[in-house]
């Protein structure tokens, strides 16, 4: 099973890192395979969070997200996204972005870094609101009790999650510009741009998710029909949950590319060669995918319960940090231990829970077998 999953990911490794070596020498070797380790760290919070979305879809939408989603993901965001933001931040047509990004590596870094502070707020704001809908959502199972309950009752009230998106993303566009008016004002027209790219990052959100949202609600109204009508051959599922599921990967590309953000900005620190960069992070996204469908074949997030919550706990971590980074620098080391700790956490906690309940499990068989040895 591990094998049959990770297939593909093991060749286009294997691929990556020889023309890595045709590229650029044994040197070229080591960036590639560092960069692609770097985005599997930084990304391990994605691939949790993906297969709660990817197991209420069909089979045949999964092998979607492996070969046309895997296409977006490392051809788009890995390699087409930051000559976009060459074009776009130096006003230059693509091809002239290309040449740029192959000739003159360093101001193509530098255009790109420019652009951090719109990426960072689009993605931010985005990662943000998966964070503040899933903590204000009443569960039945919850993580950190203490914390989750007081949280679902705020829930109830309409709007909470983007009334306090909004509130972040002002108190950031304002500190930017008061940081850039003290210095000079070197950034000050930034400012907006934040402000304007972090309520894009909100409404992609929102309609997004909303779009998801209604399909997904509505093919779960319609299961128990779609059902009968598959056992008594009018219409096979997939594609009667063609719109849900059309909408879910749509979703799924975009929480891709808000993770992505920090993984391309973050490259920059070992290398600014685009060909590496995408074959590095290309490979890391493959692994990710897999990881992804994985966790669903195995039923890894219903065996263990917390993971999820790690996960989205690692998101809303991570959103922060995107936020800060428009005007802190962050090491990208930090950023990815971040996710792994609350993943490890919460699968330490899983196991912990199924270990209690599996022993009180064999205490009460143990009381029923005693109680019928009794006369």
Known sequence: MLLKTFRWSFAVTALGLALGVWYGGWTAFGVIAILAVLEISLSFDN????????????????????????????????????????????????????????????RYEQLVTDAHPAIAAFGGMFLLMIFLDFIFEDRDIKWLGWLERPLARLGKVDMLSVCLALIVLLITSFTFATHAHQHGGAHADKAQTVLVSGIAGLI???????????????????????????????????????????????????????????????????TNDIVLMALGLGIGAMYVRSLTVYLVRQGTLDDY???????????????????????????????????????GWSFWSSVRRNNALAEAGEGAAAQEADAARVP
Do not use: C
């Open 204 to 270: 992609t959100y929102m309609i997004v998710g909303g779009l998801s949202g209604f399909f997904e609600s509505r093919l779960e109204a319609e299961e128990e029909a779609e059902e009968e009508r598959e056992r008594e051959g009018e219409r096979p599922a997939v594609v009667l949950a063609g719109q849900a599921a059309f909408f879910m990967f749509l979703y799924l590309e975009v929480l891709d590319a808000s993770f992505s953000f920090d993984g391309v900005i973050g490259a920059f620190a070992i």
């Open 47 to 106: 691939a949790v969070v993906n297969a709660g979305i990817l197991k209420k879809m069909s089979a045949f939408w999964q092998k979607i997200f492996l070969t046309v989603g895997v296409l977006i993901a490392v051809f788009g965001m890995r390699l087409a996204f930051p000559v976009v933001i060459v074009a776009v931040t130096a006003k230059k047509n693509p091809i002239d972005a290309v040449n740029l990004a192959l000739t003159d590596k360093d």
């Open 305 to 343: 319960v917390y993971l999820e919550h790690g996960a989205h706990y690692a998101i809303g971590a991570l959103a922060v940090i995107l936020m800060v980074t428009i005007q802190y620098q962050i090491n990208e080391v930090i950023t990815g231990l971040v996710g792994v700790v609350l993943i």
